[in-house]
């Protein structure tokens, strides 16, 4: 094939071993705690004998999603297994860290209670960004949850770098396919493949990729922890993975043309999502992304008492703390991710009370919009 392949056939493709008669075309899941061993092979041997350090699931869904990121992968049992991982593994008690003032706070929770001795500064997605001399990692979250603010990966990477700073980068709303975090010079992406990547609402699981020598490292720091993957979601993730291209396509399409639509509502206040031309991160959305993702923020006048009667009406779009499914859902950050703020801190990092984030699935746009339209109130 002299053609580099497109999105669809990289996605159905990545992760499937090489075509063997009589054997299935994706190999089911390995239910497996130990396995044979070799003496002859010593110590070695022994090493990958054991479940919780390795399992062909795994690697199958490493391989797939080291393909379609550019680097080498390994895999957790939630996304939240892989940030803690990479956190852990790259910081140590006097280093500093720059983290996303308005990203999923559960990060920046776990930071503070889980890296005892670390400087933790908190920079809003969009900057301005403190000068990185002294910092150890940067982690980036772009577009950020639920706010969906940007930020120029290139540039934060070139300025990381000079400082002697490593860079990693959460991409789980922006996918593989819509962001390539690595060539723009990260040196990790992170996932949540529970969500788009998986995108079925029904797998937990987590990925972090990139360099060799820190992904191996992040690989041993799984082994000893044992935050390993359930066998079973791997194989659900990786089976999902494979009409990533497909539902990519259509949430993207559909996210813009709900975005553009709820622009244009009396009854709504403000719409952040990075592919409006009035976006403030629109520019570096543009230049940066491929399509502008399938998740959209808006709020409504009238505050939260307009969100309580809103909610309700939504017949097609689920209520629900999640991102990434076939399904529309729709979620108020005060009362899930960030229901743990108080609605002070939740205005200093920009998140309004009457919030609402709204995960665009895979079902009609006219009928999605017409749903809108219905609770809102305006027909």
Not at 154 to 177: C, I, K, M, Q, R
Not at 226 to 242: C, I, N, Q
Not at 250 to 274: H, K, T
């Amino acid at each position: 094939m002299s053609r580099e392949p497109g999105d669809g056939t990289r996605c159905v493709r990545a992760g499937v071993p090489a075509p063997v008669p009589g054997e299935p075309f994706l190999p089911g899941p390995v239910l497996a705690a130990p396995y044979h061993l070799d003496p002859e092979l010593g110590p070695a041997a022994a090493a990958n004998g054991y479940g919780r350090v390795d399992n062909p699931t795994w690697r199958a869904l490493e391989s797939a999603i080291g393909y379609l990121e550019g680097g080498e992968c390994v895999v957790f049992g939630s996304g939240m297994a892989a940030v803690s991982a990479a956190l852990l593994t790259l910081l140590r008690p006097g280093d500093t860290v720059l983290l996303p003032a308005d990203g999923y706070y559960k990060t920046r929770a776990f930071a503070a209670a889980g890296l005892p001795g670390v400087t933790i500064r908190e920079v809003p997605t969009a900057g301005p960004y403190p000068p990185m001399d002294g910092v150890r990692l940067v982690l980036l979250e772009t577009p950020a949850n639920p706010g969906l603010d940007v930020c120029d990966i290139a540039a934060l990477a070139e300025e990381a770098h000079a400082a002697g700073a490593l860079v990693a980068v959460d991409s789980t709303t922006a996918t593989p396919l819509g962001q390539q975090p690595l060539a723009l010079g990260a040196d990790l992406v992170i996932h949540s493949a529970s969500k788009f990547l998986g995108g079925h609402a029904d797998a937990l699981g987590g990925a972090l990729a990139g360099r060799k020598d820190l992904v191996d490292r992040v690989y041993h720091f799984r082994e000893i922890t044992g935050a390993a993957l359930s066998p079973h979601d791997a194989y659900m993730l990786l089976r999902g993975m494979k009409t990533l291209a497909l539902r990519i396509e259509r949430q993207n399409g559909s996210a813009m043309r709900i975005a553009d639509w709820l622009e244009g509502q009396d009854a709504v206040d403000a719409v952040f999502y990075p592919g409006l031309a009035s976006n403030v991160g629109h520019e570096i959305a543009a230049r940066q992304m491929r399509g502008f993702g399938g998740m959209l923020s808006f709020s409504l006048v009238g505050g939260f008492d307009a969100v309580r009667r809103f909610l309700p009406r939504l017949r097609l779009a689920h209520r629900a703390a999640n991102l990434g499914a076939v399904e529309t859902i729709a979620g108020i950050p005060a009362t899930t991710s960030h229901v743990e703020c108080t609605a002070e801190e939740r205005a200093a990092m920009g998140i309004p009370e009457a919030l609402i984030r709204l995960s665009v699935g895979i079902e009609d746009p006219d009928d999605l919009i017409a749903d809108l339209d219905a609770a809102l109130g305006v027909s």
